[in-house]
């Protein structure tokens, strides 16, 4: 006697593939928070010398001044920057991720979250969009620009304190 459903898969594999996808998942929500905490601390740091700059301008040289503020001020661009989410721009709609399905009505969302949890292999493609469209769009954007934030306000700080000595030595 033939079937035409095919053979369970065993309980093992399964269980193997879904824990690597929720702690990859929930690595990248984990690399998520820390790049937001990264860039309250950027903002938090450069407001801190902007303001400082700022109420000490008349003691300070122009140059010295201008490279400070205008360093602190690029910092906290990029930071909020990185802060601010994306839009949702991609023709899939992702079920995991509220912005991508808030134009669905209740029912429509409920209808293909119960499409895609009652087959296997739709569940898995959702997780694995997911977790890509975080790491490639989202992550790496908010990286990039903590990274463009820390460079600047290095670079204005090396800037700045390099052209206070030189012109204290002048």
């Known amino acids: 006697m033939t079937t035409d459903t095919p053979p369970e898969e065993p309980l093992l594999p399964r269980l193997l593939a879904t824990n690597a996808l929720h702690a990859n998942l929930e690595k990248h929500m984990t690399l998520n928070k820390m790049a937001d905490s990264k860039a309250a601390m950027i903002m938090t740091a450069a407001s801190i010398i902007i303001t400082i700059t700022l109420t000490q301008y008349d003691k300070l040289e122009l140059i010295t001044t201008l490279l400070l503020a205008i360093s602190g ?25 509220f912005r991508s399905y808030s134009e669905l009505s209740e029912a429509e969302f409920v209808s293909q979250f119960k499409t895609v949890i009652a087959d296997r292999d739709k569940l898995y493609d959702a997780f694995l969009h997911e977790i890509y469209y975080l790491g490639k769009h989202r992550l790496t954007r908010k990286y990039a620009l903590i990274r463009n934030g820390l460079w600047t306000l290095l670079i204005g700080l090396l800037a700045a304190t390099t052209s206070a000595v030189l012109l204290r030595l002048l």
């Open 73 to 97: 001020l690029l910092a906290v661009v990029f930071s909020i920057l990185a802060i601010i989410p994306p839009l949702h721009v991609t023709d899939h709609t992702n079920l995991f991720y």
